[in-house]
Nanobody, 128 residues
Framework: QVQLVESGGGLVQAGDSLRLSCVNS????????MGWFRQAPGKERNFVAA????????YYADSVKGRITISRDNAKNTVYLQMNNLKPEDTAVYYC?????????????????????WGQGIQVTVSS
């Protein structure tokens, strides 16, 4: 069973930066596409960004392009979400997700139901 543990959230001011981390417990981390989603209060969970299993491809929601960067370090079993110029509308619980690339969903694919494993979520709050 793959476990995902997020860290790095918190309360920041508009315009600040924050980096989220997610550690994947899988022995073969390099087999997994990794994604980040977020859910604001009273809203559905939305795709933020994804990185392919090799790290060679990334994909972003239009709403975060230019401000958010996803990356991975396969040696550390970790995926990162660097968020710059944060806005109050970025306030949400952020979830890390993983899916086995071999399942053939293709990349990019932002659908939440293609991901098999989820972290517990971490709160990011941006004050104005």
């Amino acid at each position: 069973q793959v476990q995902l543990v997020e860290s790095g959230g918190g309360l920041v001011q508009a315009g600040d930066s924050l980096r989220l981390s997610c550690v994947n417990s899988a022995r073969s981390f390099g087999w997994y596409d990794m994604g980040w989603f977020r859910q604001a209060p009273g809203k559905e969970r939305n795709f933020v960004a994804a990185v392919s299993s090799s790290g060679s491809s990334t994909y972003y929601a239009d709403s975060v392009k230019g401000r958010i960067t996803i990356s991975r370090d396969n040696a550390k079993n970790t995926v990162y979400l660097q968020m710059n110029n944060l806005k109050p509308e970025d306030t949400a619980v952020y979830y890390c997700a993983a899916r086995a690339a071999a399942r053939g969903y293709g990349f990019p694919n932002a659908a939440a139901d293609t991901y098999d494993y989820w972290g517990q979520g971490i709160q990011v709050t941006v004050s104005s």
